[in-house]
């Protein structure tokens, strides 16, 4: 109870310090084009492959990212772990906060659009019909959500979005939501897209506190830094 | 100490599904335990027979036709659009194409039937993206802002309630029609069936001898409004408390074997409602009747000293309708809450689940305060709201 009341009073004096109640884009990594940028810096490039999937496989080896789903995993997923893999190699919050209050939200615009087609075709054809429970269990888009928390243990809120293009108004206005109200301590949010051989990954730590990359997430800069990286 | 001064109001609400157009038309064939699933010998949505609660297509087109529109909408278009003109008509405070009104749209795979080539010659290629969906919506009923889409697995409902809760909180808006769909397509039904999840007769949830989920389509449609003035006076008025989601954090395709992601997620909802266990009168399981859900949701209600609290599920009812279920069980929920009437669960007969809960047989009177709505799903996403009625002054 002591506890609880402690919290209670910390939680009052820091909006009290703090009346803006900021919120902090701490880290970022992105993944489009053959380039995969760590906060702002390209970190690795690759422009040799011709399909998306042989850009994710040398990049799954460059970061010796060891972790045998990767290859079960559809091409979303893949896209989808990469960049969480080097995202939270840069900044472990699961190391600072616990895993029931770290929030995963994540957005794009194809849904899971990539593999649903796959599945449809195996069901289109009457005589060589064969639809797989190894397509299947893709063809929703949260499921990359799911990955990224068996992976790092992340037991807090979850949302996947759809939006038409990447919305940093609503992204940042949910998710400092979430942290001011005290839903969540810390957050891996952004954008992970693939469709047709077009992928696009941009996902980013946001903490209440002014840690490493450090730049305050509002829509204003949050719009910024993907404009930066897209 | 931590609760919120922003109250959260439901301010109408519709089901569109084969018991009826209207909520009310739904909640009376609960009420007398008639199902919507039956067999499907023949259809376009599966190769062998199939269980499953499926809209006459007569009917719908029928309803549809008088509200003469001339331009082209798909299956999910027209359910979603009679299911949001009725709650609409139901509460003639609400302006819909007010700034300050949003569409939070919850589905799993929209328009997922125009990817088969000769559906898809009917649309522009666009249409299939759920944004595009939600657009087309917003845009039949002049709503300028751009609609929020939630889709995430068979949470997408739950999730979509509790979303519209926060956003109301925030202020921005005073008014969100959260909308879940969801339609019957032979992609859905192929996909369960090649995990072997559908069953051979119509589900029975938290039976000893359930073996798979029915699967169904339908669209729920929930007003909510941050402005009590908007809520038509009647004698009980109900609000969202509290709501929250968790992960697993242990397998994609199934649940987890103690209900801890579930339990977390309830446990947050709880706290935030500022409700002890021994105050929830009702919950509406998830209770999909495969063997691993209603065993794992079994341990969770009674790790949440849930155990006693009588519960239901209607996926016997309406079958698993993933992206709407949420939505529309949270408004069967709501009716209880109002007619103190709490369905029974059908095929319902011996319970066989891990941990001792109670579940209800047969339709009952029963008071009904807070009510509390779970959901699960693929992915290892799990999720809890809870709906609280309060009796008016006068």
Request: proline residues 2%.
């Amino acid at each position: 109870m002591a506890d609880v009341m402690l919290q209670f009073y910390f939680r009052k004096w820091k909006q009290q310090i703090n009346m803006s109640n900021s919120n902090y884009i701490t880290s970022v990594c992105s993944v489009k084009n053959g380039n995969i940028s760590i906060n702002n810096k390209i970190d690795f490039t690759n422009t040799e492959n011709s399909s998306a999937v042989d850009f994710l496989k040398s990049a799954y080896s460059h970061y010796q990212l060891n972790y045998p789903k990767f290859y079960k995993m559809d091409s979303l997923c893949k896209l989808a772990f990469i960049t969480s893999e080097i995202l939270l190699k840069t900044n472990r919050i699961t190391e600072k906060y616990n895993q029931e209050d770290i929030a995963i939200i994540i957005a794009n615009s194809a849904s899971s659009l990539e593999i649903d087609t796959e599945h449809q075709k195996a069901i289109s054809n009457k005589e060589n019909y064969f639809p797989s429970p190894a397509v299947f269990v893709y063809t929703l888009p949260n499921i990359l959500i799911g990955e990224i928390a068996i992976r790092n243990k992340i037991k807090g809120e979850n949302t996947f979005f759809i939006f038409d293009k990447f919305d940093a108004d609503f992204m940042s206005t949910y998710i400092n939501s979430l942290l001011n109200r005290n839903k969540a301590t810390s957050c891996i949010a952004g954008w992970v897209d693939f469709y047709e051989n077009n992928y696009e990954a941009f996902l980013y730590t946001v903490e209440s506190q002014h840690e490493g990359f450090g730049i305050e997430h509002t829509n204003e800069q949050l719009n910024k830094l993907y404009t930066n990286n897209a | 100490m931590t609760e919120n001064l922003t109250k959260v109001y439901v301010a109408a609400d519709n089901i569109v599904s084969p018991l009826g157009f209207t909520s009310a038309d739904n909640f009376e064939c609960l009420k007398k335990m008639q199902t919507g699933v039956r067999l499907l010998e023949h259809s376009n949505i599966s190769s062998e027979p199939v269980y499953a609660s499926v809209i006459d297509n007569d009917k719908l087109n029928t309803a549809f036709s008088k509200l003469n529109i001339s331009e082209a909408y798909t299956r999910l278009e027209k359910m979603i659009i009679l299911s949001v003109t009725d709650a609409l008509n139901q509460n003639k405070n609400i302006d819909i194409t007010s700034d300050k009104a949003l569409l939070v749209f919850s589905s799993t795979k929209g328009n997922i039937d125009l990817l088969n080539e000769e559906e898809g010659k009917k649309f522009d290629k666009k249409r299939v993206y759920l944004w595009e969906t939600a657009n087309v919506i917003a845009r039949y009923f002049k709503n300028s802002n751009q609609p929020i889409v939630v889709s995430n697995a068979c949470i997408s409902g739950v999730l979509a309630i509790i979303l519209g809760k926060r956003l109301l909180e925030e202020k921005r808006y005073d008014t969100i029609l959260v909308i879940g769909a969801d339609s019957m397509t032979h992609f859905v039904v192929s996909g369960f069936q090649s995990f072997k999840a559908v069953s051979n007769e119509i589900a029975k949830p938290y039976d000893a001898s359930r073996n798979g989920i029915s699967l169904g389509e339908g669209c729920g449609t929930i007003i909510l409004t941050n402005n009590e003035a908007k809520v038509i006076k009647t004698k009980t008025k109900i609000s969202v408390k509290g709501g929250a989601s968790s992960n697993d954090a242990n397998h994609i395709s199934g649940p987890s074997r103690t209900g801890d992601g579930l339990l977390l997620a309830i446990e947050k909802t709880l706290k935030e409602s500022n409700l002890k266990p021994s105050e929830v009168d009702f919950i509406s399981g998830h209770g999909t009747a495969t063997l691993f859900n209603d065993d794992m949701e079994s341990l969770a209600i009674t790790n949440a000293k849930l155990d006693k609290v009588p519960m239901n599920s209607l996926k016997s009812y309406f079958g698993h309708t993933l992206g709407a279920a949420g939505v529309i069980e949270s408004i069967v929920g709501i009716h209880s809450m109002k007619e103190n009437v709490l369905i029974g669960t059908y095929n319902f007969d011996t319970l066989g689940v891990t941990a001792p809960i109670n579940i209800i047989k047969e339709t009952k009177i029963s008071g009904v305060n807070n009510c509390l709505k779970t959901a699960a799903g693929f992915g290892g996403c799990n999720a809890a709201v809870l709906f609280q009625k309060m009796e008016a002054a006068n």
